[in-house]
């Protein structure tokens, strides 16, 4: 996994935080992303403090219920890193309507 280049959305906390630092641990740079700034930057330095091999970490502050700037938050990864290896898609989207119809 050393060298790789990963995308791990929702990972400023919980599971995929436990992700990232998993992966950094073994050589893997990490690009983590979620709605909250602060959380996201307190993340970086709990995942950096692990990193190996010259693993970087970054946050993206990012919403993934919008799907336009999770195609720019992509399109920036592999802007500045050349590519990106693996996604893991972490983060939820409650999909709360309202509707109390029946489905079909």
């Known amino acids: ?3 790789q280049i990963a995308l791990i959305t929702g990972a ?3 599971i995929g935080k436990a992700v990232a630092l998993k992966l ?4 893997t740079s ?7 700034q602060e959380l996201g930057n307190e993340a970086v330095a709990e995942i950096s403090a692990v990193a190996e091999n010259g693993a970087q970490v970054r ?3 990012n919403d993934v219920s919008d799907e336009a700037a999770v195609q720019s938050m992509v399109d920036s990864i ?4 050349g590519r990106l290896d693996m996604a893991v898609n972490n983060a ?4 709360e309507t309202g509707y109390r ?4």
């Open 92 to 95: 939820g989207i409650s999909n």
């Open 78 to 81: 592999v802007g500045e890193f």
């Open 12 to 14: 400023a906390s919980g």
């Open 24 to 27: 950094v641990s073994r050589g």
């Open 1 to 3: 996994m050393s060298n």
């Open 30 to 36: 990490v690009i983590i992303s979620g709605r909250r």
């Open 59 to 61: 946050f993206i502050r």
């Open 101 to 104: 119809g029946s489905v079909e």
